[in-house]
């Protein structure tokens, strides 16, 4: 997570956890590029969330295989990688030749009471997809904040 046009000088950003919305929010205070809360949620409740790259990849592991994947949980012993992330964990149940829909939901608005509404519409995936259109596969819903 940078929010900068210098991601070498964004520094940490401070980050807040809404249980309820089940959503990261993150702001760059020093951003003189863009300001406002961004926000990264899922249509799926999560089963737990980390913002530290190095607690998500665990020690000694590579990006094909994280530690929080594997074991369900951040790795509580990594403190090297202090790189800041979004990540969520969920279980998504996909019947027999069937399919699922998950909806990513990335953002960022000039205010939180704008961010709110945004959110709350997009984890409606059925609402998302009468949006969108008729192919299958990946589909980004777009929505225009000034």
Sequence with gaps: MVLGFMPEKSGNLPTRYDKKLDTLFYENPRNIFRSGPAFVSMSVQSQAHEIR????????????RPFMVEQGKPDATQFTDQGQIAS???TVDVPARGQATVAIILGQTDRMKEAL??????????????RASPRRGMVAWFHGVR
Excluded: H, N
């Design 53 to 64: 790259r190095g607690r998500f990849f665990g020690t000694g592991r590579t990006p094909d």
């Design 88 to 90: 969520f964990l969920a």
């Design 117 to 130: 509404p945004i959110i709350r519409k997009y984890k409606d995936v059925e609402r998302g997809e009468r």
